[in-house]
């Protein structure tokens, strides 16, 4: 059995009800067998060995459920531990600590969106590399996302309506239909620097000949609603140094980028941090808007231009070296069909997670990307901050708490409606 922050939001709710409960225990077993990477190898392999995992476990959980007893114990260890140190507040001085990083978190707010007014008013002279998973020739005239989702998926709505399963097939469609595209800016000899060349990870190498885009699905919930989360990651050999003091540059670097889609393929926003956890952006789709807190022990939170739900494809400008997004924009209407888009396959995310030796350590953390910064951002409890780190233990917050896997995370940052928003004035 393994949880997820995701299946531990329903815990409570789960241990009251024995059909709910055996429900939730058949998904923690799918979530173990899911999150071991066991479903590798060929297909027929795949899905002979998914049946007898599957089979085994629905023996374990009906053992288990018929021992009401163990609920309240297995309820108690499904929760997902926080990724913050109370503590490390605690002796930093926390409430005090918070004004000077409040302030840095609103300056460099500013400047990024500064540079995404620029990019969105008219693209800098620089020529770009562009990296995808799919080729642009099949982009052309692509049906909008809430209808290929319908067409693609008939049954869909059925299998997310309780504790979702979706079977490879269903993953490998949704991840490739949203699927971005990475523009990276090419040097003057018309070629991309090293450090801004997406590939293949390890504990110990980097592949720059080998890029990829690594990907896993997980879900969510907004306003009572199951939400399908695409995840896509990619990677970089490195942050490089600038002159002078620089204390976030290191080995590796990473970047996620997400959509967040409704049960009928409606698409509610799009989000990305870096692997670190570090620079949050949420992108709503139009009609949504971000609704902030104003509390100030809450970190304000970026919020980009809103984008456009029935275009599936985003086309992504990274700045080199810090590979932050510039600025976001619909594929189809501002790639060039001339341009040549390097492939760069959808890999699983198991493949970073099933690596010998590990790339992660037991918190979820690369040890050779650690950065000097994470002593000067000590007081704010978060552990090596700046260091790339695995999906599921990534806090992206320094003021107040929050984790990237949070179920809850659309609510959290005050997503809504523009209509029900108009409907409370």
């Known amino acids: 059995m393994r949880s997820s922050r995701f299946l531990a939001s329903f815990a409570e709710k789960a241990a009251a009800s024995d059909e709910l409960y055996k429900d939730w225990l058949l998904a923690l077993n799918q979530n173990a067998i899911a999150q071991a990477g066991l479903l590798q190898g060929r297909l027929d392999q795949k899905n002979q060995r998914h049946s007898r995992l599957l089979d085994c476990g629905s023996k374990l959980v009906a053992d288990l459920a018929s021992k009401r007893k163990w609920r309240p114990l297995l309820v108690k260890r499904t929760r997902i531990p926080t990724n913050y140190r109370n503590w490390r507040r605690f002796v930093g001085l926390y409430p005090l600590a918070v004004i000077p ?15 995404e007014e620029r990019y969105l008013t008219q693209l800098p002279d620089a020529s770009f590399q562009y990296f995808g998973a799919v080729s642009y020739s099949l982009q052309v005239n692509e049906q909008p996302a809430e209808e290929a989702f319908t ?12 504790f979702p399963y979706l079977t490879e097939s269903d ?6 239909a949203y699927s971005p595209i990475f523009a990276l800016p090419k040097l003057e000899d018309g070629i991309v620097a090293d450090y801004d060349s997406p590939g293949t990870p390890s504990a110990e190498t980097f592949d720059s000949r080998k890029p990829g885009i ?16 695409l995840n896509y990651v990619v990677w970089f050999s490195e942050r490089p140094r600038k002159k002078g003091l620089d204390l976030l540059s290191g080995d590796l670097d990473s970047l996620v980028w997400r959509v967040h889609l409704l049960p009928n393929g409606g698409v509610l926003a799009w989000d990305t941090v870096h692997s670190c956890g570090c620079w949050y952006r949420i992108y709503p789709a139009e ?13 304000p939170v970026y919020v980009g231009k809103t984008l456009l739900p029935n275009s599936p494809r985003k086309l ?17 209407r501002f790639i060039k069909t001339t341009s040549t888009v390097r492939f760069a396959p959808l890999k699983s995310y ?15 953390i690369v040890k050779r990307s650690k950065r000097v910064e994470r002593w000067l951002f000590w007081p704010m409890g978060i552990i090596s901050a700046g260091a790339m780190r695995a999906s599921g233990s990534q806090a992206i917050a320094f003021i107040g708490k929050r984790h990237f896997d949070d ?15 108009t409907l409370k004035k």
């Open 151 to 162: 067409i693609t998926f008939p049954a869909l709505r059925e299998k997310i309506s309780a």
């Open 316 to 332: 992504l400008y990274l700045a080199s070296g810090t590979h932050h997004i510039d600025a976001v924009r619909d594929v189809d």
């Open 101 to 115: 990083f409040k302030w840095g978190v609103v300056r460099d707010q500013s400047r990024f969106r500064q540079q």
């Open 171 to 176: 993953r490998m469609a949704l991840l490739r």
């Open 287 to 299: 009609g949504m808007l971000i609704r902030p807190s104003g509390k100030f022990f809450t970190e």
């Open 214 to 229: 690594y990907s896993y699905i997980d879900f969510g919930r907004f306003q009572n609603q199951i939400t399908i989360r």
């Open 350 to 364: 198991s493949e970073l997670l099933a690596q010998q030796p590990p790339m992660f350590d037991s918190e979820g």
């Open 407 to 421: 179920p809850f995370l659309l609510e959290e940052v005050g997503l809504e409606s523009e209509s029900r928003i």
